[in-house]
């Protein structure tokens, strides 16, 4: 016993390299599953506010390019909600008069506190929570698309997994033929991303549309993602290599809208009920 | 607590606030990124325990975990580092020997000196790093032009503190 102490004693430097190295494995590993409420990541509040404050400082210079943006999205809501007004003024329908069917999707409104779009696994950090009715698993978009997913939340900031997370995937659908496939990110250029798993037999072409299939019920169906650049497809693949152009800038995220889903409990428990037969 | 105990504390938060707040933005042509805070382990007093190194090379790697998401990542990589400088001092010792008291700095040892101190614990710092959050070898190339360019930037920028920091005596 005594000469395994000694052994132990003698090599201590290597034995304490050794479980500080396993301890941040396991802690890679635990970081890596999906959702989860945790404290050691920028959503507490120390961090938070820390980013929050070099976030802060970088904001002063695009503010006026933010103000823009934010005014010509008030235009275009405007003009849809008259649109739509015009529209739907003779008609009937369910879709119209259940309010559980219209107030199906809430949306709150959030600012970016930090920000990457660089590294492989690109995270964004929000500043509402749990106290806003932020939920892990919800979806997030902004006026120009879809943004990403959340991981985790704290009471008052919210970790987002971006659309640049090479783990992320998305449930995607050309919007002019009706296929859908999985938007996932290949780690290269933050401006594109790839839709993967639309067999052959299909014909998109650059210039179509990508947009959030809501096969999922957490995005809303419709939501752009970016439009098709450049289509290949390898002999004797099954699907094609379809690189899509972003249509969020993620490099100038300032404000973002965290999408609630209200009948997303309804939705998933009738799919798994349908599952168990 | 000493003099340079009091001044290391000091360092230390320098230069996580330095990386989580400036460099963390601060990436040249998409690839060039700066880790800087590996210079604090780096930096630290030649006689200094190799046990408290690494613990100290956790707790700076864990705080810069907690700001870029990546719980570990950095703390790994950082610890490797802490563990293997000592080795690395030892093998690379100039002839006499080093100064007692003095830290591994470029005034102090020279610029041949500081430069085959650096790099190659500098590299495997991003080595390590870029391969663990590439999640593997699959875009090897991709991964090493970054790890490349990344330590040609934050060799740099090591440098540049380097001449700008008071010769300490």
Known sequence: MERLLNFVYQYRAFFTFLVLQLFCGWLIVENNQYQNTKFFNSSNRLAANIAGFSQGVREYFALRKINVALAEENARLRTRLEQRTQSFYQLDTRELRDPAIINRFEYVSAKVVSNSTHQFKNYITIDKGQADGVQPGMAVISHEGAVGKVKSTSQHFSVLISLLNIDEHVSAMLKRTGHFGTVQWDGLDPRYTQLRFIPRHVNPLPGDTVVTSGYNAIFPPGILVGIVQDVKLKEEAPFYEIKVELAQDFGRLAFVDVVKSNLKAEQDSLETKGEMR | ?169
Not at chain 2, 16 to 24: F, M, R, Y
Not at chain 2, 53 to 65: I, K, Q, T
């Open chain 2, 1 to 169: 607590m000493t003099r340079g105990g009091i001044l290391s504390v000091v360092y230390f938060f320098m230069y996580l606030l330095l990386q989580v707040a400036l460099l963390k933005k601060l990436v040249l042509f998409d690839v060039a990124f700066c880790f800087l805070y590996v210079a604090f382990v780096l930096m630290l007093p030649i006689e200094i325990n190799v046990v408290w190194l690494m613990l100290v090379g956790f707790l700076l790697g864990f705080f810069v975990d907690i700001f870029y998401d990546s719980l570990g990542l950095h703390t790994f990589a950082l610890v490797l580092v802490a563990y293997l400088r000592n080795y690395w001092l030892a093998t690379i010792t100039p002839q006499g020997g080093y100064d007692s008291g003095q830290g591994p700095t470029l005034a102090v040892n020279g610029m041949q000196w500081f430069l085959v101190y650096t790099v190659p614990l500098v590299f495997v710092h991003h080595a390590v790093l870029f391969f663990i959050e590439a999640g593997g070898f699959g875009l090897f190339w991709f991964t090493m032009l970054k790890i490349l360019s990344s330590l040609l930037f934050t060799v740099a920028t090591m440098l540049i503190l380097q001449y700008l920091a008071p010769a300490r005596s």
